[in-house]
């Protein structure tokens, strides 16, 4: 052949791109070799509520005679 192909190299560029691999034996074979690992990634997106505010407010308490004693 007048070329080599290095076809783990692409298959982990593909793993870059798409952040997956059409086929599962890969994904394994490559774990095997300790070139990918799998992990969990989670994600949340926050919005500001109907209750949202820039500053807190510290409400008044009401203090007892037993609360005062302590």
């Keep these: 052949t007048d070329s080599i192909t ?3 190299r692409e298959q982990l560029q ?6 997956t691999h059409p ?3 890969v994904i394994a074979d490559l774990k095997k070799r ?7 990634v989670i994600s949340f997106k926050v ?3 109907s209750k ?3 500053e807190f407010i510290k409400e008044e308490t ?4 037993d609360m005062l004693a302590r």
Excluded: E, M, P
């Excluded at 593909?14 to 952040?19: A, E, L, N, V």
């Excluded at 009401?62 to 005679?65: C, E, K, P």
């Design 47 to 49: 919005d500001k509520g």
């Design 14 to 19: 593909t793993i870059q791109q798409t952040r």
């Design 52 to 54: 949202f505010a820039a």
């Design 34 to 40: 300790k070139l990918v690992t799998t992990r969990r």
């Design 62 to 65: 009401d203090l007892t005679a």
């Design 6 to 8: 290095d076809t783990s």
């Design 23 to 25: 086929d599962a034996k």
